[in-house]
């Protein structure tokens, strides 16, 4: 009597709990997520230290100084231009300070704010950008460049009248260059330390939204909408973390999502030219409400100009393709 061979087993990998991916997936992206965070902290040091020295040799001031004539163009006194540079090289904050030592009527500092939402902290924010695969100086560019655009064009549309007179701040006052150090060092910790949990704490919420599917559900309930601007659907978990975190706090998502490949080189450089202009839409914006500006004009302005840039680049990348398409194929 012929007995009946059984079959060898075919073995299948035990099903993981819900507490066993979560651990698999927070283990996987702690390398990265610090790796990056240290990234951050390292440019960020080295910028706000320049920064420092800058102010204390008067080279801000002498910046200032030198666009007022420019500032005449977008409807605001010459000492406006300080709350510029200061926001272009700084931060939103230290601009506010000096926004807050101004007598500035809504219609100014809405223009002025607006401005310098598009081009605030350049260098930090432009070497996150450059980190995910765009051009640093295409970024400076698209960034600038509108910045001056949008105020001229606010000044044009927007009720009311420019203002015709100068504040007067005094003669600025040279501090010790000691306690100005000393301030800076604080200062730095202060956002390092905050900086450093949030960048692993997005990090890690990133990724159990992918282990879990969750992205994939924020893409399609956002799909009309990144159409309408111009982007993939792919990045819209990207476009969600910029428009409320910003850059350098959503700097780890980003930079993560871009060396995983899942978003091609086509996808980040589009989703950089419209979050260049329009990012951290909640703290930011929020701060220049507070000191007097107009919500929506701020908002909306930049959504308008980032539409332009995404569809201008579309076309750019479509005509550069058919022109030169060995050059330009990862592109297309």
């Known amino acids: 009597m012929n007995t009946p061979i059984d079959k060898p087993s075919v073995d299948t990998p035990p099903v993981e709990t819900v507490r066993q991916r979560i651990v698999r997936s927070v283990k996987a992206v702690t390398p990265n997520a610090l790796k990056t965070a240290w990234w951050l902290v390292r440019i960020m040091v080295i910028v706000t230290l320049a920064i420092t020295f800058l102010k204390y040799f008067g080279v801000i001031a002498w910046m200032s100084w030198h666009l007022t004539p420019v500032f005449s163009w977008f409807g605001l006194p010459g000492e406006a231009a300080l709350a510029y540079v200061s926001g272009y090289f700084v931060n939103c904050y230290s601009a506010v300070a000096v926004i807050a030592s101004l007598h500035l009527d809504m219609r100014s500092i809405t223009i002025l704010s607006t401005m310098i939402l598009c081009s605030h902290n350049m260098f930090l924010e432009t070497a996150v950008q450059k980190k995910t695969g765009s051009s640093a100086l295409r970024i400076v560019a698209v960034r600038t460049i509108p ?26 006052q040279q501090g010790a260059l000691w306690p100005m150090l000393v301030d800076w060092f604080w200062s730095t910790l202060r956002i390092a ?14 990724r159990l939204l992918a282990e879990f599917g969750v ?20 990045t819209a978990f990207l476009w ?24 091609s080189r086509r996808d ?10 329009s990012h951290s839409n909640i703290e930011d914006l929020l701060l220049f409400v ?3 500006g107009s919500l929506p004009w701020m908002l909306l302005s930049r959504w308008v100009m980032s539409w332009f840039l995404v569809w201008g680049r579309r076309l750019e990348i479509y005509l550069l393709g058919r022109l030169f398409p060995k050059r330009f194929a990862p592109l297309v």
């Open 147 to 172: 910045s001056f655009l949008l105020g001229w064009i606010l000044n044009k549309v927007m009720p009311g009248q420019p203002m015709d007179y100068v504040a007067d701040l005094g003669q600025a």
């Open 193 to 206: 330390i905050p900086m450093v949990t949030l960048v692993f704490s997005l990090t890690v919420i990133q």
């Open 215 to 234: 992205i994939r559900y924020i893409a399609k309930f956002l799909k009309p909408v990144m159409r309408f601007f111009g982007l993939p659907a792919r």
């Open 240 to 263: 969600i973390v910029a428009n409320t975190l910003g850059l350098a706090y959503g700097a780890a998502v980003m930079i993560d999502e871009a060396a995983t490949g899942k978003l």
């Open 268 to 277: 980040i450089d589009l989703l950089n030219h419209h979050i260049g202009i």
């Open 290 to 292: 507070a000191v007097g």
